[in-house]
């Protein structure tokens, strides 16, 4: 028996676009091996929004965006007056795909649009690291008082399971340490500066051109991604309520390429670390560079990868990492939290 699941998602850009996409090719195997089936009744952007209890057409949906337009153009369905959270109001679903553009002052729109489906007993599946950075402990509080689930895989390191190896596959063991390349344009810049022999502002503009750096790179380069993903690892793994103020952040633009030299001289490599330390009952947490020995397990990581290493009190050592050249890995680790509401492993 297929178990139909309707959801609404929020924010079209290249995660919430692809999160559409990457659905519509495992759409068929998701049935076969899961007897789900996810049917989109509502999807928001910057244009408006469109909605249909009976199911909006994927495929419509990614013509109109590579088309440059918005989801507010979708034929009979598209309300150019309706903002997102309007449509989450409105609309009758399950799950709340929130793929929304971080905002690290309000955490809006998404904040509203999470508060809001969570409160009429929603899932909520998100990448948008805000309204978690800002709420945390008030978020997941709500979702165990109205029962759904608030999963955010997607909010660090993209693809790689760092919540869940955390949450799930550790439970039961006590985590000393945890350090993580969390900000793969900041590993693409210090990698790239070191195998090329090339400045920073060399490095910058290849990450630029390569579509992994913003115009305005100050949330990457000033360490500020990677504190942010700290900040939720440390509440949702590590269970310790922590804000960006209890993170030490510094950024890369002062790395040189002769510190990276003297470094490897030194039987060192300078990686763009985020590291929570246990020191007695509580933890230290920093994001930024930091000289690791080359037999780290991070020490080898390539321009291209995110990573993170587990130190535990049972389980020793467990280290993963994940090559990741563009937005997809986050999209399809939202459909993995979205599987696994409904078929846990």
Avoid at 318 to 324: D, M, P, T
Wanted: glycine share 10%; charged share 25%.
């Amino acid at each position: 028996m297929i178990e139909t699941i309707r959801y609404v998602i929020v924010g079209l850009g290249n995660i919430g676009r692809n999160v559409l996409e990457v659905y519509a090719n495992r759409q068929q195997q998701i049935r076969e091996r899961y007897d789900l089936e996810f049917l989109l009744v509502g999807a928001a952007d910057s244009s408006g929004a469109a909605m249909d209890p009976t199911g909006l057409d994927i495929a419509r949906i990614r013509d109109i965006k590579y088309a440059k337009g918005g989801v507010s153009e979708y034929p009979e369905c598209g309300r150019k007056e309706m903002a997102a959270l309007e449509l989450v109001q409105e609309t009758e679903a399950e799950i709340l795909v929130d793929a929304s553009p971080t905002n690290l002052e309000d955490g809006e729109p998404g904040m509203s649009c999470v508060r809001t489906a969570l409160r009429k007993g929603w899932h909520v599946v998100t990448s948008n690291k805000g309204p978690l950075v800002l709420a945390f402990g008030e978020l997941m509080d709500l979702a165990q008082e109205m029962g759904g689930e608030l999963l955010y895989c997607g909010t660090v390191a993209g693809g790689l399971p760092v919540v869940n190896m955390g949450t799930r596959d550790l439970a039961g063991c006590g985590i000393t340490r945890v350090e993580g390349i969390f900000n793969g344009t900041t590993n693409y810049i210090l990698t790239r500066m070191l195998e090329d022999k090339v400045p920073y502002e060399e490095a910058l503009k290849g990450a630029q051109d390569a579509g992994i750096a913003e115009p305005d790179p100050t949330l990457d380069v000033d360490g500020w991604d990677a504190a942010n993903k700290l900040v939720i690892v440390a509440n949702g793994v590590l269970g310790r309520p922590t804000t960006l103020d209890d993170v030490e952040v510094e950024g890369i633009r002062d790395v040189t390429l002769e510190d990276l030299q003297q470094a490897r001289e030194q039987g060192q490599v300078i990686k763009p670390l985020a590291s929570a330390i246990k020191r007695g009952e509580d933890f230290v947490l920093e994001a930024g560079p930091m000289a690791i020995d080359e037999d780290h397990p991070l020490a080898h990581t390539g321009q291209w990868d995110m990573a993170v290493v587990y130190y535990t009190d049972f389980m020793g050592i467990i280290s993963a990492v994940i090559e990741e050249r563009g937005p997809v890995p986050t999209s399809a680790a939202m459909l993995r939290d979205m599987i696994n509401i409904y078929d846990r492993p």
